[in-house]
C-alpha cells in the first residue's frame, strides 16, 4: 500500500521557521520526482518545489530564497525547510510523487498539513 504522510505544519508567526516532512512507503522512493504542491485558503493548488530523482530541485518565484527542498532516499522522506514565512504562504501542504515511463504515470498524493502564518 502506498503512503504518503506529510508532517511538521503547524502556526508560526511572520519571518519565522517551519520544517515539513514526507514519510513514505510502498513505492521505490529513489525514483520518483518529489514534490510539494500548497493549496491557500479559496485558492487552488500551487506548485512549490520539486525535487527529481537525481537531486536536481526547482522552486516557485514566490518561494525561492526561503525555501529549502531535500530528499532522505535511505529514510524515503521528503522534506521542505521553511524560512522567512509570510502570511501569504498560509496553506495546506501536499506532498506528491510522480513517476512516468512512456505514457504511464504514478502519481500518488498525502493528505496534507496545515501551515499558518500569523502574528
Known amino acids: 500500500e502506498v503512503q504518503l504522510v506529510e508532517s511538521g505544519g503547524g502556526l508560526v508567526q511572520p519571518g519565522g521557521s517551519l520544517r515539513l516532512s514526507c514519510a513514505t512507503s510502498g513505492f521505490t522512493f529513489s525514483g520518483y520526482t518529489m514534490s510539494w504542491v500548497r493549496q491557500g485558503p479559496g485558492k487552488g493548488l500551487e506548485w512549490v518545489s520539486g525535487i527529481n530523482s537525481g537531486g536536481s530541485t526547482n522552486y516557485a518565484d514566490s518561494v525561492k530564497g526561503r525555501f529549502t527542498i531535500s530528499r532522505d532516499n535511505a529514510k524515503n522522506t521528503l522534506y521542505l525547510q521553511m524560512s522567512s514565512l509570510k502570511p501569504e504562504d498560509t496553506a495546506v501542504y501536499y506532498c506528491?510523487?510522480?513517476?512516468?515511463?512512456?505514457?504511464?504515470?504514478?502519481?500518488?498524493w498525502g493528505q496534507g498539513t496545515q501551515v499558518t502564518v500569523s502574528s
Open positions: 506528491n510523487a510522480l513517476y512516468c515511463s512512456g505514457d504511464k504515470c504514478n502519481n500518488y
